[in-house]
């Protein structure tokens, strides 16, 4: 069955320093996302990206965060300069098409700052 | 410190039996509605979705029902199973232009062996 993977698994890093979190979304799919869930909290969306650009993103997506397709098969989130507040589980998404499908979600990145 | 979070809504079940875990979704122009399943230190897996224009779909020992009157949603789980043990989160979106899923704070379903 095919499924979205991410790396690493768990990423610790130091306040301040710059993070990126790697996915290899469903060979065939067409749209990506990234989620993120502080722990004990519900999953948060915080962007989407459709051919080659950000198709949306919400509020926490500021400055610091950045998303790129740099070839084929891998889709990155790049937090530049981590916060405490950045720590949480951190999970990419695919689908074959916009709305209305199934998103199939990775087994996301522990991301720790410290 | 103190750990600050949701305390997620608990339901406690007996092995089989079956289980209805609500969902109240929040926006009236969502037309597409998921359940995902989130076991520990997992991501959220599919578990059956619905769109606006049903109100009830079945799946393998799975119903959702949606209500879209009072922005409803509920999961049934027939004939609950130790495995099924794990956060069931609501998810809706709208369709067309929007892909993203806004999703709902989650039930912990506990099933007693």
């Known amino acids: 069955e095919p499924e979205v993977t991410q790396t690493p698994s768990h990423q610790v890093t130091q306040m301040g320093q710059e993070v990126i979190l790697r996915c290899v979304p469903i060979?065939?799919?067409?749209?990506f996302y990234w989620y993120r869930q502080i722990l004990g909290q519900k999953v948060e969306f915080l962007v989407s990206?459709?051919?080659?650009?950000?198709?949306?993103k919400s509020e926490i997506f500021d400055d610091q965060f950045s998303v790129e397709r740099p070839d084929g098969s891998n889709f990155t989130l790049k937090i530049r300069s981590t916060k405490l507040e950045d720590s949480a589980m951190y999970f990419c998404?695919?689908?074959?098409?916009?709305?209305?499908?199934?998103?199939?979600f990775g087994q996301g990145t522990r991301l720790t700052v410290v | 410190g103190e750990s600050v979070g949701l305390h997620l809504p608990t339901l406690s079940v007996q092995e089989g039996d079956n289980s209805i875990i609500n969902c109240a979704y929040s926006?009236?122009?969502?037309?597409?509605f998921i359940w995902y399943k989130q076991e520990s230190g997992k991501g959220p897996q599919f578990i059956i979705d619905i769109r606006s224009n049903m109100d009830k779909r079945q799946g393998q020992r799975v119903t959702v029902l949606l209500n879209k009157t009072v922005k409803h949603l509920s999961l049934q789980i027939a004939a609950t199973q130790p495995g099924d043990s794990a956060v069931y989160f609501c998810a809706e979106s709208q369709g067309g232009s929007q892909g993203n899923l806004i999703f709902g704070k989650g039930t912990k379903l506990s099933v007693k062996p």
């Open positions: 060979s065939n799919h067409l749209y």
């Open positions: 990206f459709y051919n080659n650009e950000i198709s949306e």
């Open positions: 998404a695919s689908t074959a098409m916009t709305g209305g499908t199934e998103a199939f």
């Open positions: 926006n009236s122009a969502s037309d597409y």
